[in-house]
């Protein structure tokens, strides 16, 4: 099983998104969560620094420019997706990657909050 490390990035991105209203409260995260061609073009277009801030997880062992690195996809590549953020969750807990479970969880939380 790969092992993660929580992506500081991304959180901080993830919290700037929050903190300015760009989200989204109410998503079907399987139809709206960005797969390979709408990650290759992003990727077109932006740098892998960028790309990396919008997964929590850091995949240890791959190298920075590559997409295995990253992991738990949180948003749409322009707003975060609360049901993004609850998958995240989930994912982390059954696999036990408890230090994104926890940022994940966080956030979710500062959404809620905010959206209140």
């Known amino acids: 099983m790969a092992s993660y490390t929580v992506n500081p990035a991304a959180v901080e991105r993830a919290r700037a998104l929050?903190?300015?209203?760009?989200?989204v409260l109410d998503s079907d995260w399987g139809a709206v969560a960005p797969h390979a061609d709408a990650a290759n073009k992003y990727l077109e277009r932006h740098s892998w620094a960028e790309y990396g801030a919008w997964h929590l997880g850091l995949t240890e062992g791959p190298g920075d420019e590559t997409k295995?690195?990253?992991?738990?996809?949180y948003g749409d590549f322009r707003r975060?997706?609360?049901?993004?953020?609850?998958?995240?969750?989930?994912?982390?807990?059954?696999?036990?990657?408890?230090?994104v479970e926890l940022a994940a969880h966080?956030?979710?939380?500062?959404?809620?909050?905010l959206a209140l």
Do not use: M
């Open 106 to 113: 966080d956030l979710l939380q500062r959404l809620d909050k």
């Open 68 to 73: 295995a690195r990253y992991a738990f996809v």
């Open 80 to 99: 975060v997706h609360r049901t993004g953020l609850i998958a995240c969750v989930y994912r982390a807990a059954e696999w036990r990657h408890k230090d």
């Open 18 to 23: 929050i903190d300015a209203r760009q989200y």
